[in-house]
Nanobody, 119 residues
Framework: QVQLVESGGDLVQPGGSLRLSCAAS????????MSWYRQAPGKQRELVAA???????NYADSVKGRFTISRDNTKNTAYLQMNSLKPEDTAVYYC?????????????WGQGTQVTVSS
């Protein structure tokens, strides 16, 4: 089993910045990708950013140029640097990890961390 623990969510003013962290632990075999999703009240969960192993990061159009996803493979940790935050970025942010074991990919989710952008 793999556990994901997110941290870094907070209340921030528009234009501010936050850095989310997602630490993975447990029976990790080979991380295929790590991603950040978010879910605002009354809306579906949506992909924010993803960073596959050995590949380029990709972003939702709504966050391009403002958010940056990164990984520290030595710590099995992913980060989401969020700059120029807007009220519409308010949501619960979830970390997602895909673990590959002999071609079988298993998806894990964190418990979520609340980001609120408001003056």
């Amino acid at each position: 089993q793999v556990q994901l623990v997110e941290s870094g969510g907070d209340l921030v003013q528009p234009g501010g910045s936050l850095r989310l962290s997602c630490a993975a632990s447990g029976a990790i075999f080979s991380i295929y990708s790590m991603s950040w999703y978010r879910q605002a009240p009354g809306k579906q969960r949506e992909l924010v950013a993803a960073i596959p192993s050995g590949g380029n990061a990709n972003y939702a159009d709504s966050v391009k140029g403002r958010f940056t996803i990164s990984r520290d493979n030595t710590k099995n940790t992913a980060y989401l640097q969020m700059n120029s935050l807007k009220p519409e970025d308010t949501a619960v942010y979830y970390c997602n990890l895909e673990d590959a074991y002999y071609g079988i990919v298993t998806t894990y989710w964190g418990q979520g961390t609340q980001v609120t952008v408001s003056s």
